[in-house]
């Protein structure tokens, strides 16, 4: 294994990507998407709903990729990728990606759906940042009864895990609720803006947020500087505002 050099800082990003379409799906975004993502010049980019495969769809937009929305997104910044597929349908499929300058070393998707609620995973990939780095993509389900059973999974895994190693946990919870602090920080995540403003961020709907649905924890880190990503061209380009941050190693 060859050594990596350790950063003193990661920026993070995380974005529902909507599968490529603005909000109300009227416009396929995702090559603006792409010009977005890579102006955060982040480390560690955190997808939500990004689309493996959609035959249907790629036959209707000129623009549409050649390959998975995940590694068109990554093309030649992100050299690392990892893929959850969580939901699968005829015409194709979705889930949670991860893109990484950094190494991923291995990954593994967790699924979290219950009976008769919607098809939903966690993305657990270990990263090497100079030292072992955990991260995992979160997407909730929309019934509170669902997304609790889903927080005390989520608790689980972090518990399994070496308990002196840093760890990224971010995503769309759906938590409008604002119930998921509670659970997760017995098992030590501290939320980034619940840290800086004492409230977490308002990242729905994009164009005129309301609901506190999107977060970034961590644990054994330091936070730096979140932001709501919110002006244009961000506005247009998801259903989501996207949300970033600093972490110090």
Not at 90 to 108: D, F, M, T
Not at 207 to 226: A, E, G
Request: glycine fraction near 8%.
């Amino acid at each position: 294994m060859n050594a990596v050099a350790a950063p003193g800082r990661l920026r993070i990003l995380t974005v529902n990507t909507h599968k490529g379409f603005g909000q109300f799906n009227r416009r396929f975004v995702l090559p603006q998407l792409r010009d977005a993502v890579r102006e955060v010049s982040a480390d560690l980019v955190f997808l939500q709903e990004v689309l493996g495969e959609h035959r249907q769809w790629a036959g209707r937009h000129p623009e549409w990729p050649s390959t998975p929305q995940y590694e068109f997104l990554a093309d030649t910044v992100w050299p690392q990728f990892a893929y959850g597929r969580n939901a699968v349908y005829p015409a194709g499929h979705h889930g949670n990606a991860l893109l990484s300058k950094y190494p991923i070393r291995s990954h593994r998707n967790l699924n979290i759906s219950s009976a008769g609620g919607e098809e939903r995973g966690l993305l657990h990939a270990l990263l090497d940042v100079g030292r072992p780095l955990h991260a995992v993509c979160v997407h909730l389900g929309l019934s509170e009864t669902q997304r609790t059973a889903q927080l005390h999974l989520l608790c689980a895994l972090l518990d399994s895990l070496p308990a002196n190693e840093p760890v990224i946990v971010a995503g769309d919870f759906n938590d409008w609720r604002q119930r998921a602090d509670a659970v997760l920080g017995r098992c030590g995540l501290r939320e980034a803006f619940v840290q800086a403003h004492g409230v977490a961020a308002r990242s729905f709907p994009a164009r005129w947020p309301l609901l506190r649905l999107d977060r970034i924890y961590v644990r054994h880190l330091q936070l730096h500087d979140p932001r709501v990503l919110g002006r244009r061209p961000w506005s247009h380009l998801s259903d989501h505002l996207p949300l970033s941050v600093e972490v110090i190693l």
